[in-house]
């Protein structure tokens, strides 16, 4: 049944969208993990901790925007399987490079998903792109090299490293 809400919206858009909803998702459950490695007692980073948690909540509120949007424009939402994430790190500096390619892979399904949205022409879903996410993506990947680039000065163990999480840790919320 065609939903009363569908007008210039592609299939190619609403299939784009369940790709980027399950590509948030699965960022989500990465970023969980990740949160549970660092508050591990053999880590004890509650800082990282910290970071990695509230990230896994950003990534949900990403997935449940894009829900939100697809209902509104008449598609359907259609989640697939997540992979389990890893749930092993070597390191702090590990840890972030991961969430840093990560972070550049979302950033490339949502300029996969404007593409298609240009392609298809439906101003609608670029606009809702580039001033819901784009912005947002590049500040985090900023964010997160910033993070490599401190550990790798602070050397990534001992003081460096429990000074760099402490200051982690207090810093305020929405920390990406």
């Not at 590990?94 to 101003?123: F, H, R, Y």
């Not at 993070?147 to 207090?170: A, E, M, P, S, T």
Request: net charge negative.
């Amino acid at each position: 049944m065609t939903s009363l809400t569908k007008q210039n919206f592609s299939a190619a858009s609403e299939d784009a969208i369940n790709i980027q909803i399950n590509h948030e998702l699965q960022a989500a459950q990465v970023y969980l993990s990740l949160s549970a490695w660092a508050g591990h007692v053999n880590q004890a980073l509650p800082g990282l901790e910290k970071f990695f948690r509230e990230s896994a909540v950003e990534e949900r509120g990403h997935a449940q925007k894009l829900i939100e949007y697809q209902n509104r424009r008449g598609g359907k939402v259609v989640l697939q399987t997540l992979q389990a994430p890893d749930s092993e790190w070597t390191s702090a500096r590990n840890a972030i490079e991961s969430t840093l390619q990560l972070e550049k892979d979302v950033n490339k399904g949502l300029l996969n998903l404007q593409k298609i949205a240009e392609e298809n022409n439906d101003p609608q879903l670029c606009d809702f792109i580039e001033t819901g996410y784009l912005e947002e993506q590049n500040e985090s990947i900023k964010k997160l090299a910033d993070l490599v680039n401190q550990l790798n000065r602070v050397g990534g163990d001992g003081l460096g490293l429990y000074l760099w999480d402490q200051n982690l840790l207090n810093q305020k919320t929405d920390n990406k």
